[in-house]
């Protein structure tokens, strides 16, 4: 199966899961990635304001308030498939873009330097037990990703969305940590370049 197909059985597979247990698998998934270390160790989080089906971002973005962290959110370039991350305080500082797409205003929001930034939790529509993931097709993360290949990162998933194996290119980057509600992944990306050691 192509990376279009199986973005597409993904979101209809998401899109039929019972809000029951989304809300079940989700506090679950919360309580391992606020004591994972990554996020313990981390005071700048990069993560997106989620819509739609994905993983609700809402209660980590809550939770980082609460812990003093700084929250940094993501704007696309669509020009240049490029993304900039910046300063989340408030929802006044949000706009909506394509899709319905919350992005940051820059005008209201103080840019985040890549290097400052501690953690960056990616999102995707389905992950391997490698780390590779196939995202919703618009390339920004992958590009991203390979520009910033020492950043840890991290990714959400229900089991449901975690398989074997994923058809992937030399140049993709996995993510380090792959979270779901019965566990966590450690993927060879973070073996391999682990500040926790």
């Not at 819509?51 to 939770?63: H, K, M, V």
């Not at 103080?110 to 999102?123: A, G, R, T």
């Not at 993360?141 to 992937?168: G, I, W």
Request: aromatic share 10%.
């Amino acid at each position: 199966m192509d990376k279009d197909a199986l973005r597409k059985e993904w979101k209809r597979r998401l899109s039929s899961l019972s809000e029951e247990k989304r809300n079940e698998w989700l506090h679950q998934m919360y309580d391992k990635l606020f004591s994972h270390e990554y996020w313990t160790s981390s005071q700048i989080i990069g993560v997106t304001v989620s819509i739609g089906n994905e993983i609700d971002t809402r209660p980590i973005i809550e939770q980082a308030w609460k812990e003093g962290k700084v929250v940094a959110i993501p704007k696309c370039n669509p020009i240049n498939k490029s993304l900039s991350f910046y300063q989340f305080n408030d929802d006044d500082q949000l706009e909506s873009h394509y899709f319905g797409l919350k992005e940051p205003n820059p005008d209201l929001c103080e840019k985040i330097h890549v290097s400052d930034m501690d953690l960056l939790l990616v999102p995707g529509l389905v992950f391997d037990h490698s780390g590779y993931r196939v995202g919703h097709g618009g390339g920004y993360y992958d590009r991203f990703l390979s520009k910033e290949n020492d950043l840890l990162t991290a990714a959400l998933c229900f089991e449901m969305q975690l398989v074997e194996n994923l058809p992937h290119e030399r140049h993709d980057i996995p993510v380090g940590v792959i979270i779901t509600s019965d566990k966590w992944i450690e993927s060879r990306k973070k073996s391999e370049n682990n500040r926790f050691q």
